[in-house]
């Protein structure tokens, strides 16, 4: 490896640990960590390939990422409708009268 191959991985892994680091602080940490991580990829896309191919990259890996997700959920509510073995679900008051012990005591019995 060059000197500047590992001098590149290096300010990576660094720019992930002070990612992992300020997004600790907040209640939603994987969006915290998505949002570091792609403002560092933003600012280093906008210093190698320019600000117009920049936002056409990151514009269309939202769009990817937004497509993916609807393929999944697509396919999840797919599979959770044609399930064989889906039951309705017995009623409160039911499960209720189930579950009722009797009015007299059990020592008395």
């Known amino acids: 490896m060059s000197g500047g191959m590992v001098?590149?991985?290096g300010l990576l892994l660094?720019?992930?640990i002070v990612a992992l680091a300020a997004a600790s602080f907040f209640p939603h940490m994987l969006a915290?960590?998505?949002t570091f991580l792609a403002v560092s990829a933003a600012v280093l896309l906008h210093a190698l390939i320019g600000l117009l191919?920049?936002?056409v990259a990151i514009a269309a890996l939202a769009i990817l990422v937004c497509l993916i997700q609807t393929i999944t959920d697509t396919f999840?509510?797919?599979s959770a409708s044609t399930r064989k073995n889906a039951r309705?679900?017995?009623s409160l008051a039911?499960?209720?009268a189930q579950t009722r012990r009797p009015k007299r005591s059990r020592?008395?019995?």
């Open 7 to 9: 001098a590149a991985l």
């Open 14 to 16: 660094l720019v992930v």
């Open 32 to 34: 915290a960590v998505a």
């Open 53 to 55: 191919y920049t936002a």
């Open 76 to 78: 999840a509510l797919l």
């Open 88 to 90: 309705r679900p017995q």
């Open 94 to 96: 039911a499960r209720h």
């Open 107 to 109: 020592i008395a019995a």
